[in-house]
């Protein structure tokens, strides 16, 4: 899956042509997660919940604020 061109901006110490969502999706969605505007967190809020509760939770990339703002939007 191709990640939509306006998420560039995120993922400026990687070569963005060639990040696949399908392969480092923790990676992509802790990004997310953690910068995202509401352009991206549209797109994110079409994943599984448990999917982003799990990212939220394991996630070394995510501070301790935005892993609270997860767990509270999506439930413990």
């Known amino acids: 899956m191709r990640l939509p061109k306006e ?3 995120y993922f400026w110490d990687v070569d ?3 990040l696949s969502y399908k392969k480092y999706p923790k ?3 802790s990004r997310i997660m953690q910068y995202g505007d ?3 967190l549209k797109w994110l809020m079409k ?3 448990r999917t982003i509760l799990g990212v939220a ?4 990339e995510i501070d301790d604020k935005t ?3 997860w767990e509270t939007v999506y439930g413990r």
């Open 57 to 60: 939770r394991t996630s070394r």
């Open 38 to 40: 509401l352009f991206a």
């Open 16 to 18: 963005f042509n060639k």
């Open 47 to 49: 994943m599984p919940k």
């Open 27 to 29: 990676f992509v969605l």
């Open 67 to 69: 892993k609270n703002y």
């Open 7 to 9: 998420f560039k901006k």
